[in-house]
């Protein structure tokens, strides 16, 4: 998993951001390596002063106090250059992996793709959005902490060496040496602890998991309230929202109570080594000390010096609960990267051909949907529509309606059959519901560039918006000031705009009478003469202005193309003679 997120987030390091990457992490490193030397100069500063002290010397005393604020400012600056280094490289490394992983889901529409495909990680805006950064800050500080502990241990072992020594002890006229038993006994020490959390811990990370999860689910059923909270107000379901939620926070709070008493039983360990660790090598220097072989200064040095070693290598007993999150944090990214990296692939079984007319002309060549577990949604379409050409698709739609827009506007892959799009064409859909993020208007209506605001105003005009044409660049929650008849103007201006080859209109002006439906369809027309409009699901005065009529039907749970009147021969047929018509 760790190698997995590596691969995932090592590109900081390389392109474009490789300099400032490199250049705070170089900035952090050696500040690290500078911070322990000068924890080293405070360890024999102690030395230095506890012995002056015992001596009674006070000029060295005096020496020593003045030399100490200079370490404090040395002490204190390396710390400020510490934080800002590594406040500052999590900040520009979470922007570098959160802005890679939200252009991957965004772009392509693999949003969209990604739910479909059946195996999209819950709540991948979560991950983008939190995990990210949970498994991104503490990498930094998991670095920062390891080349602390090492390069402290090295320079800290070598003091516990020095004036620690050997202990010699005498049991029953035998005389045992012990070398460097103060290191020896840092290291037993510190394994035996790191053992035990490791055994006692060792589940902690799937229950932090599954915690995040459920906080995960919990967050999104109270958003749904939110996004629906009209429809739920209406209907007065609230009651049945409120048990989901309950549900939810239920699941949440069993979860987090696993998690505590794990904790409580790691925290028997990391609390009782912590009140042992300044105790021990007080205890271990006492028989020298007492016996004259180390002055008090000594004893100084080697308890501070055994308690800086102890910490050190037991980095991994006091960052396990760190590292358990960020295993979970991790675990729950490299999910959503190779979901991201699965839909890029072929898509599973049978998959629909996307071919270029060579006429101008849209096809549909005995289209035959299925979703991902191979279930038919509809069956045998086939359809030849010329520029210009306008169908009306009406009947028992049901799920084949949303799988057949998706498969023209290039998102659903699973089928058989053949797609026929005129040469570099592009698929507008307009949907029923236009959706509206908290922004300007003019953000909604401008597709990828720039246009005047002449043309930005006149098409709000044209389509009965000149209320909302000062407003072009107010930021307000549109998504709840607009209503459907409305958002729906805007969505057939915005297609406008657009300038599409091939429109869908899903329902596009199902909050109007027919006649001022066709007054807005006929202002589309009129700007895009040659573009070829599928109209699903509109009203039937629709019909007697459409150059092309087909009626689908349910069997079987399947929709099929109905059986009707022979096509006539003066117009082109919208599919085989016996199964659709041309309108008169």
């Known amino acids: ?18 300099g400032r990457a490199w250049f705070w992490s170089l900035l952090l490193g050696c500040a690290i390596i500078l911070g ?33 604020p200079v370490l404090v400012l040395i002490v204190a600056g390396l710390g400020v250059v510490i934080l800002v280094a590594r406040e500052t490289f999590q900040v520009h490394w979470r922007h570098w992996v959160t802005a890679k992983l939200a252009d991957r889901w965004v772009g392509q529409r693999r949003f969209f793709r990604l739910s479909l495909s059946g195996y999209e990680p819950a709540n991948p805006e979560y991950r983008i959005a939190d995990d990210v950064r949970w498994a991104t800050e503490p990498v930094v500080d998991f670095a920062i902490g390891l080349l602390s502990a090492v390069i402290t241990i090295i320079t800290f072992i070598e003091i516990l060496w020095k004036i620690g020594g050997a202990l010699t002890v005498q049991t029953g006229g035998t005389t045992v040496v012990v070398p460097a038993y103060l290191v020896l006994a840092a290291i037993i020490y510190a394994v035996l602890v790191s053992l035990l959390v490791t055994i006692v ?56 109570l696993a998690m505590i008493r794990q904790r409580g039983r790691l925290t028997w360990i990391t609390n009782g080594s912590g009140a042992l660790v300044p105790v021990v090598p007080l205890l271990l220097a006492a028989p020298k000390y007492l016996s004259g072989e180390m002055s008090l200064g000594g004893v100084v040095q080697v308890a501070a010096a055994f308690v800086a070693v102890q ?33 890029d692939g072929e898509p599973p079984g049978e998959h629909l051909a996307v071919s270029t007319s060579a006429d101008g002309s849209f096809r549909l060549d005995d289209i035959t949907l299925i979703d991902r577990d191979g279930r038919t949604l509809v069956a045998d379409i086939t359809c030849a529509l010329p520029p210009g050409a306008t169908l009306h ?75 909302l044409a000062p407003s072009l660049d107010e930021t307000r929650d549109w998504d709840r000031e607009l209503a459907t008849g409305d958002r729906q103007r805007l969505a057939l201006a915005r297609a406008e705009l657009e300038q599409p080859d091939i429109i869908l209109l899903d329902e596009a002006t199902s909050a109007f009478d027919t ?54 021969d003066s117009v082109a047929p919208c599919a085989a003679p016996v199964h659709a018509e041309p309108a008169e």
């Open 1 to 18: 998993m760790a190698l997995r997120f590596a691969r995932l987030t090592g590109g900081f390091w390389r392109g474009a951001q490789a």
């Open 201 to 256: 811990g060792r589940r902690l990370p799937g229950l932090i998991a599954a915690r995040n999860e459920a906080e995960a689910r919990l967050r999104f059923s109270l958003m749904r309230i939110r996004d629906h909270g009209e429809t739920i107000a209406l209907s007065r379901t609230e009651t049945g929202e409120r048990l989901a939620v309950a549900r939810t926070y239920d699941g949440l709070v069993g979860r987090w």
């Open 36 to 68: 322990v030397f000068a924890n080293v100069t405070v360890n024999r500063w102690n030395g230095w002063f506890f012995d002056a002290l015992e001596k009674r010397d006070s000029e060295s005393a005096l020496i020593a106090v003045a030399v100490f």
């Open 515 to 568: 006649d001022a439906a066709l007054e807005l369809l006929g202002q589309l027309r009129a700007a895009r003469p040659d573009a070829i409009i599928i109209a699903f699901g509109q009203g039937a005065g629709f019909a007697e202005v459409a150059t092309h009529r087909l009626l689908l039907k349910r069997a079987g749970g399947v929709v099929r193309m109905a059986q009707r009147q022979p096509a006539s």
């Open 393 to 467: 698709v009406s009947g028992e739609l049901g799920l084949g309606k949303a799988a057949l827009i998706q498969a023209v506007a290039g998102l659903w892959p699973w089928g058989r059959g053949e797609i026929g799009l005129p040469s570099n064409a592009f698929v507008t859909a307009v949907p029923h519901k236009l959706h509206l993020s908290e922004g300007s208007l003019r953000a909604v209506l401008e597709t990828g560039h720039s246009l005047p605001e002449e043309q930005l105003q006149g098409v709000l005009r044209r389509y009965g918006l000149s209320t």
């Open 311 to 343: 910490n050190a290598f037991n980095w991994l007993l006091d960052n396990f609960m760190r590292i358990a999150e960020w295993l979970a944090a991790a675990r729950r990214v490299n999910e959503l990267a190779d979901a991201l990296e699965r839909i």
